[in-house]
């Protein structure tokens, strides 16, 4: 499906969740009927759900409240929390800054270091919940802080950067061996971001129990706009999940999870994520609109604030609802921002499915959505 | 006509009106010798128009209004006159509700039972008027209310609900069992919405004289952004018209009406709706745009109050003239909101085509709106 | 080049203006070696222009200024001139009348009869300043005026329709035979909107030495949401030139020319016009630009007050320039307004051509306009 | 790769940047091992970036300051600084101009002739200051001022107009044999714009160094509006990198270096250039945003004041930091348009490439930049 833009290089045509929808087919089911859970690992979750390691999203408290709700909080260890021993304030600032001053500031404030210490005490307060324990680092620095983390007690390790490979080169440091890091850990990891078949194949040869599918396509982002990069996330989900079932193939028998990762802004781009092959979704934008999210309306990634080149925003992303009701409903606003898993379990039903497993395989068409006649009239009101 | 979103899924391309358009051929005729008739059955009409069963569209009087410009209302039995004995000053408190507040109190309005004996007053009142009564249930409550219906004496029976299927899977309820209700029914029935040739060709062989093709594609709808599900309504109607063609075949004969429902907006839409196959066409926005409408210039369907999902929205369509104007002009405007059947009278004339049967045939072109240099030119006014 | 738009239905792509550029290839040529003369039966033109017949266009005046710019004004006979003895002051009321109001009021305006002694004082007019004369007439005029119009003196005659078939039907009336009608006249006649193949080539066999290409596209058309019908006009101009070439060996030698009619807003449209075959274009909204066109800023045409079904509104176009600086400079905007055949003679230049004839060859690439990244920084500004 | 406009006349379908994007690959790297140099001809640059001969965005004083930050300005001879003697308040007076008498007053200005004594004296001030010297004529100007040119002493010559061909055919006067004066020139040569393979390839065989890519795409321009011209940046940079790779064959191991120029807003775009088979950049608006750029936050090219058909803008373009900081960061914000080298850097870096040449074979994906749905999380802000 490859097309010539110009004369001895060709492209593959990449397709972003708005490109594609899903389509009913002949049998219909039950919302009731429908199971939701996903298991990875000895870890089981009732939705398929992992909040995003980002500042705006996860707090030592969102993290609980997401594990209590059945899905996964995943802290990052490079934020706020490992930096400051009492963020909040400074989380009151980033909010409040004026559009001209935010990045300059937040380049200030997360320029203060990381402490060992504080990553232990945030764990402990996570795991003395008794959720499951899920925490974040970036390639870059998970050997430095590691084994801290791992005597914290972590459940799910998972590394995440806008792009880890398994085999990154530096003749400047001696580069993570990731294939050595995760044979020798005890904890199972999720790492990513890997945007293609051969990437997340490489990933998932080095004994990863999850892959991160994504590029910084999130609703913060402007990767595309800086970088010139961008991996339209409907067709990155079907690539790395076909490198799974390759990879399942050629390893005897490893289910390595799919998880999709940027770009999930409403619960119908969650319905497709799974469509395109995903086992699981992790959500930014989505849970920093929920009023507990200590962005407060606010959502930034770690790349908003980038010493020489931020890559991202602080966007505003309202406040819709609690967690519960952002997740598991009811819902009193009808634009997919709420009752998310509800949404997605009437898809499932609507389309005769009744486990996520099997929802991997529904039909989907590509339909543009600027074709949409609907528009029109919308834009009367 | 597959592509390839990514390795190992494979998706249709599908396609909406805005994505088409007729084009005119080599003859050309007069509008006056046009015929727009239509007949279901033992029923005929002057005009293929169904006003769709909404609260915003169809009131006993508009029902009755219709009938007598040749087409058929619809009676929603589930909306707000089977559930108010006097409806009219809740439907001037939905319209007056702000932005904010509208979804969560329309749930509350909505939450009212529906009453028997209003279902066989509101039927009754119909029928008095000498014109053809139709009324609509969803499957969920067809069980509940057919008999008191079918009592109160229905021309056609219309089961509509965002999708029905010929299988409905349930571990909680036993579902309704279309086939054997279709069969001991002694009115005719028209189901829907189906959106493909396989959920089609199902609903046509469970004894259905007419099926509703689409899947919640309306002016006032989300589900795209909720549910992630999408049914291009051109695609749609060209798949299911085939659908009727194999099942014309496979039963020996028996002729399914196509109705073309969701997605209508201009006298264009109804056009490209029957260019592509339909019979007739079920209206729900562009008849709530009539003087004479519930709805007073404001439009919703029932899934804008569901109580966990709402799936839409309430949305201004304004008004533009009466239902009378609407469907039989003269128009005073040039939006493709008046007129709506001198429009289709006046396209196939321009096209060289005397009946709807023959002017599903008419070629279509792939043209996408937005490469339309006339805009321009129209934003510079 | 079809595309499947579901089970059993096909279409083609069809592409407008807009939706193609033309592309410099190896040589270059100076400007002013460049013809953009054209002929047609006996008659030279310095410019392929034609003005389009429409009250905001041509009035006597225009259609002489016209002529001595090397163009050729086409006056509409069933407009303000020939049903007002002095339209001048309708003219103005229409440029005032507010947006609600204009419909209604230029249909009580069309409403009074064309008088043929009107026709004959408005040709003469022109007939005496020395120009070309060339006059419209519907086809469903044309029996009852040619006799004035012949006697009055055209030069060419001009039948258009938004569609004119060789081949109308009517039980009502006697309809024109076109082929008689133009074999029986001594004038060559100009006849359309075609925008098809075979439509085209059905207009050819009639006898008329040129065919107009368009169905309703101009600036002030609403026929794609009234009708539903829409001929993006690259696709179309490609097709009937292509009729011309099938007719010229069908017919052992008779050229009839291709002439675009609508959506032609900007010089860069008038060179791709070219570009895809045509030998001359009619332009509406470009010349109603102009501070002498009758229109003084605003556009509009005959459908935009049709009795029953109006299919077109008035725009506003402003005023860029006199009718000489819009055809031939010099420009003081950067626009595509101005210029229009200096534009053309430079494209032509630029890309290695020295006559209209042989820049009907010239490469095209298909480039949607949106996808441009410049809009991206125009927006900025 | 073509497709059918309509019966007999086939289009390539033509890329923007806008329309791919870069994606990341199996391996990773240190942007701190990557290289951005470039070298053509006896010249070595520590960036490949080449500053537009434009007068918003070069003066003596702005290529001096590039080529210290380790690129290449341009000077244009044909602009203010050799039409007059001190034209600070000139460039003041165009930044004040009122939109609507813009173009007019430019033309004017510049209307001025040019000076052979301050072509000398400015190319004298550039040398002075050690940097490598280019300037710049067009190609109608070449014959008249190059030996002042050269004996000024510039190092890279450029000749730079809308649309340089190698065979420029004219009735008028003797055209330039570009052949004929590059060989007999001691200067490399710099040649452009082409925007095919087969006008590169004739470019390429008169001798030149490099070859411009584009033709009039950049943020000022109107082109496509008023010539119907338009080359996309993607597809003619691949196709002229591909002409680059056969005339190397061909000559027998002549190297011809391939510059991008037009459309590169942001550093994305640069990325996509090099992806593209770019060897530099040359950049225009991107420069312009400079607080030490003439245009002082505006920005023009040559075009914007032609005399009788003028094909661009004067556009506010506003000022986003130093030359150092757009060239080399570090940034304070996340648009794209500081520290565009940084960007390229790490773009090269997550894709795992080192130099320039290499990165060229990046893969790309076809995306159009509308179909993103961050754009709908954005909008809501």
């Known amino acids: 499906m490859e097309t010539e833009i110009g004369r001895g290089k060709r492209a593959r045509r990449a397709y972003a969740f708005d490109d594609i929808a899903v389509v009913p087919s002949r ?29 705006s999203v996860v707090s030592p ?24 021993a009492e963020p909040e304030s400074v989380l009151a600032e980033i909010r409040d800054l004026p559009h001209e001053r935010a990045v300059r500031r937040m380049q200030e404030i997360y320029a203060e270091p990381i402490k060992a210490e504080l990553i232990t005490e945030r764990i402990a307060e996570i795991r003395a919940a008794g959720v499951t324990v899920a925490a974040a680092l970036s390639p870059q620095r998970t050997q430095e ?39 020798e850990l005890d904890v199972p990891v999720i790492v990513g971001g890997a945007a293609t ?76 994520a799974i469509a395109c092959g995903a086992d699981a979704v992790m959500l ?5 609109r929920a009023t507990e999210a200590p962005g407060a309306g606010w959502h930034w990634g770690g790349e908003a604030h980038h010493a020489e080149l931020p890559r991202g925003e602080r966007v505003r992303v309202g406040q819709v609802g609690t967690l519960e009701a952002i997740l598991n409903g009811p819902a009193h606003a009808s634009d997919g921002t709420v009752n998310l898993i509800g949404a997605l379990r009437r898809s499932m ?12 395989k529904v039909e989907v068409v590509v339909a543009p959505y600027s074709g949409d006649s609907t528009a029109v009239i919308r834009s009367a009101e």
């Open 145 to 183: 802080f590691y084994s801290t983390v791992v005597k914290a007690g972590v459940d799910l390790f998972v590394i995440r950067g806008t792009t880890v490979s398994a085999e990154h080169v530096s003749a400047q440091d001696e580069a993570l061996n990731l294939k050595e890091f995760i044979y």
């Open 284 to 288: 930014g934008a989505a849970l920093a």
């Open 197 to 272: 078949y051969r990437a997340a194949t490489h990933l998932m040869r080095t004994g990863a129990a999850g892959v991160l599918v994504g590029f910084g396509g999130g609703a913060a982002s402007t990767t595309r706009a800086t970088l010139g990069i961008h991996a339209p996330m409907a067709t990155a989900v079907v690539d790395v999940a076909e490198a799974r079932r390759d990879y399942l193939d050629e390893s005897g028998g490893r289910y390595v999870h799919v998880i999709a990762d940027g770009g999930l802004g409403t619960s119908g781009d969650i319905v497709k």
């Open 349 to 360: 039903a609507t389309t005769g499915y009744s486990d996520i497993k099997e929802f991997q």
């Open 61 to 84: 408290a969102t993290a609980i409240a997401i594990g209590r709700l059945g899905g996964l909080g995943v802290l990052n260890l490079e934020g706020l929390w490992t930096r400051y």
């Open 27 to 55: 049998r219909t089911r039950d919302p009731r009927d429908v199971s939701t859970t996903w298991s990875i690992d000895a870890y089981q979750f009732d939705i398929p759900v992992l909040a995003a390691p980002m500042d």
